[in-house]
């Protein structure tokens, strides 16, 4: 929230946006998810799980964070530089 300001400078000109969602804080999303949503800005929802955290299904995180059908959910592991790209 700190960095809220910039969010309209930032996304000018960006022809997308990750969303990095933990699985921890869930919640922690919609702020994200309702400024993409707002402007317009096409987005992906990357879901890190890591050792010692709570897995989901992608179909699950979707339903919690009331994601969109055309938008993509992914599992990834933002240690594992295969598992990002």
């Not at 919640?27 to 992906?44: K, Q, T």
């Not at 919690?64 to 594992?80: F, G, N, Q, S, Y």
Request: glycine fraction near 8%.
């Amino acid at each position: 929230q700190r960095f809220w300001f910039m969010w309209d400078d930032i996304v000018r000109g960006a022809v997308g946006a990750v969303v990095l969602a933990d699985t921890r804080r869930l919640g922690d999303c919609f702020p994200a998810l309702d400024y993409f949503e707002s402007c317009g800005l096409p987005y992906v929802v990357a879901v890190n799980h890591f050792d010692g955290s709570e897995r989901f299904e992608p179909g699950d995180v979707r339903e919690a964070l009331t994601i969109p059908a055309h938008v993509p959910v992914m599992i990834m592991d933002a240690r594992r530089r295969i598992s990002v790209v």
